[in-house]
């Protein structure tokens, strides 16, 4: 079966500071992978997605980036960390035209 | 008008009554529906996918109104273990998912 990690859970960073968070897929081939941000009480907001190793398409401009170094790993990343980049940072992973299963999630406050 | 539309809720509801959950989409060459589940600080689940027949899974139904572009949830029977949000979303033209903000369900004992 399929499972998706997503690490770390919790993370409080200063403003300013980088970030680097990880998610990687097991059980499936040649996803298709998301990265979303949750801000507190408000719906999901797409960051990025990848159908593919390098590839990556961004949905919102903004300080961060996405990398897939490879098939099942997809990295979130930012040189200089904002206050309003505080939320829930979910991964995500799908095949073809089903449904998205998440991962566990990162909660990341800056402060 | 947003994408994807929810009553934001909460719906307060007693154990053993029968929820509604109603929502709205405004691309009408989506093609693919869903009903997610997402409980407080855990990441959303899904739920069932929404089939244009309709279609139960249990206590749970979904349906699908094309001409309308109206997509439903209905809960029986409903539990104690059945609060949370309940998201509606729908696979754009693009193939992305459209996500509602969501309905928030407590069901009191």
């Known amino acids: 079966s399929q499972t998706i990690h997503q690490w770390p859970a919790t993370l409080v960073q200063p403003v300013g500071s980088p970030l680097s968070l990880e998610c990687t897929v097991e059980?499936?081939?040649?996803?298709?992978l998301y990265w979303y941000r949750q801000a507190a009480g408000r719906g999901l907001q797409l960051l990025f997605y990848?159908?593919?190793?390098?590839?990556i398409s961004s949905e919102v401009p903004q300080n961060l980036s996405a990398s897939r170094p490879q098939d099942r790993q997809f990295i979130l990343s930012s040189k200089k960390l904002l206050l309003s980049d505080s939320g829930f940072y979910l991964c995500?992973?799908?095949?073809?035209?089903?449904?998205?299963?998440f991962g566990p999630g990162t909660r990341l406050l800056v402060l | 008008r947003k994408e994807v539309e929810q009553d934001p809720g909460p719906f307060n509801v007693p154990e053993g009554a029968t929820v509604a959950f109603n929502c709205t989409y405004s691309?009408?060459?989506?093609?693919?529906f869903f009903w997610y589940r997402q409980d407080c600080r855990k990441e959303p689940k899904l739920l069932m996918s929404?089939?244009?027949?309709?279609n139960e899974d249990g206590r749970f139904t979904a349906q699908l109104n094309r001409a309308s572009q109206y997509i439903s949830l209905l809960i029986r029977d409903s539990k104690l273990s059945d609060s949370a949000t309940y998201l509606c979303?729908?696979?754009?033209?693009?193939?992305?998912?459209?996500w509602g903000a969501g309905t928030k369900l407590i069901i009191k004992p």
């Open positions: 995500a992973w799908s095949v073809s035209q089903f449904g998205q299963y």
């Open positions: 990848s159908v593919g190793i390098g590839q």
């Open positions: 059980g499936t081939s040649n996803p298709n």
């Open positions: 929404v089939y244009s027949s309709g």
């Open positions: 979303v729908v696979r754009g033209s693009n193939y992305q998912l459209i």
């Open positions: 691309n009408s060459a989506s093609q693919s």
